[in-house]
């Protein structure tokens, strides 16, 4: 079973900068897929940046040019870096893994971690 541990989430002023961690562990032989979701409330849940070992990454509309999404293998651990963040990036971010991009909903899901963007 995998389990992921996400963190770095805070309190950041708009137009700041946060980045988040999420460490994998357990059953990750045949992890390909990694990323991050986020849910709001009044808000959609959505895929916010996806990234498999190969290096291949994709991005929601809403954070391209502002987040960066990377990895470090030998640490099995995921980042995302938020830059110039808005105050509609406040949400509950949680990262997923999977054995594909396409299977990321259905695959092992942190705790979560709380973003909180003030203006």
């Known amino acids: 079973q995998v389990q992921l541990v996400e963190s770095g989430g805070g309190l950041v002023q708009a137009g700041g900068s946060l980045r988040l961690s999420c460490a994998a562990s357990?059953?990750?032989?045949?992890?390909?897929?990694m990323g991050w979701y986020r849910q709001a409330p009044g808000k959609q849940r959505e895929l916010v940046a996806g990234?498999?070992?190969?290096?291949?990454?994709n991005y929601a509309d809403s954070v391209k040019g502002r987040f960066t999404i990377s990895r470090d293998n030998a640490k099995n651990t995921v980042y995302l870096q938020m830059n110039s963040l808005k105050p509609d990036d406040a949400a509950v971010y949680y990262c997923v893994a999977a054995t594909a991009l396409n299977l990321l909903p259905f695959g092992s899901w942190g705790q979560g971690t709380q973003v909180t963007v003030s203006s």
């Open positions: 990234i498999t070992t190969g290096g291949s990454t």
């Open positions: 357990g059953s990750i032989f045949r992890l390909n897929a």
